[in-house]
């Protein structure tokens, strides 16, 4: 008699790594990151335990590609906003969209950065969590001084404030879809947001 029992398809490595990181990410949606353990990561793709570490030899090391993806996903996503097309406003609007767009897809990523970043002590991860962040803030920072320069926003608005909030109104989004399950709704709700917050950079003028 045949043995019906399915065989599980072996992936290329890379391939599997990849599947991997996936899994992270949806159980960071589902749970805090704190909580995701090995086994719940290995039973989530399909593989035992001790195969899990045939791809990486500890935990540590998976969360190192965890975060290298993370940061190449956001760089890219936002360095192609910041570059695109049409005055400085429009590429800010571009901004928050697309990461706005960007965490509705993997609600997850962001909830493991802050999650780092909530840590009393300083975590592996901790100084390139602050790097991402720093470098986006950054970004804002040039965009925002543009438009200032081209006579869009006041002389007076304070970059610094206007880039936090910027930052903050993105994770405030988070938490909402955190609480409510409606990543589907961010980006509706960012369209939404986006000409209110530019109203209170505005308002320093009035």
């Known amino acids: 008699m045949a043995d019906s029992t399915p065989t599980r398809r072996r992936l290329p490595a890379a391939e599997r790594r990849r599947q991997v990181i996936a899994a992270v990410l949806e159980l960071a949606r589902e749970a805090s990151p704190e909580g995701i353990t090995t086994q719940a990561i ?19 090391s998976l969360w190192v590609e965890v975060f290298a993806w993370v940061q190449k996903e956001l760089g890219t996503v936002l ?33 493991i950065l802050f999650h780092e970043l909530q840590r009393p002590v300083d975590s592996p ?29 006041s002389p007076t608005l304070d970059e610094t404030t206007a880039a936090m909030l910027f930052i903050g109104a993105v994770q ?35």
Request: net charge positive; hydrophobic share 45%; proline share 3%.
């Open 42 to 60: 290995a039973n989530r793709v399909g593989l035992t335990h001790g195969a899990l570490f045939r791809h990486f030899p500890d935990k540590e």
């Open 125 to 153: 991860f901790h100084e390139r969590v602050r790097n991402i962040i720093g470098s986006y803030r950054r970004q804002l920072l040039d965009l925002l001084g543009e438009a200032k320069r081209a006579g869009q926003l």
């Open 172 to 206: 405030g989004l988070v938490v909402q879809s955190t609480l409510f399950r409606s990543e589907a709704e961010m980006v509706d709700a960012a369209r939404r947001i986006f000409p209110l917050l530019l109203d209170g950079f505005r308002g320093c003028s009035q």
């Open 79 to 111: 360095d192609a906003a910041f570059a695109s097309k049409g005055d400085a406003l429009a590429r800010l609007e571009r901004v928050f969209l697309e990461h706005v767009g960007l965490v509705a897809h993997f609600p997850g990523a962001p909830r």
